[in-house]
């Protein structure tokens, strides 16, 4: 099932976003709900995903990733990516981003 911007993930811990010593970055934990894919996006920061649990995949600018606990995937500035969850509990998700400003 495709996501819907609005509900293809849940916020678990609060998004945190703050600009200092010349660059932006921040933080959140997320959860993609079983059997669901978040919609293509993009993002000009760089983001990283540390997974917590749960299993399913990435794809990044076409290129497609495995996720288990314990995974780390980098999004370069500027590609395209989505996650996918293939298991049957969530796909909770530890995600960073920074850019120069």
Known sequence: MRGNRALDYVVISGEIETEQ??????????????GVSTEPHRHASEETWMVQSGEGHCTIDGRRIGLIPGARVVAPPDTEHTITNTGPSDLVVLGMWWKRL
């Open 21 to 34: 010593d010349g660059l932006a970055y921040g933080a959140m934990v997320f959860a993609v709900r079983p």
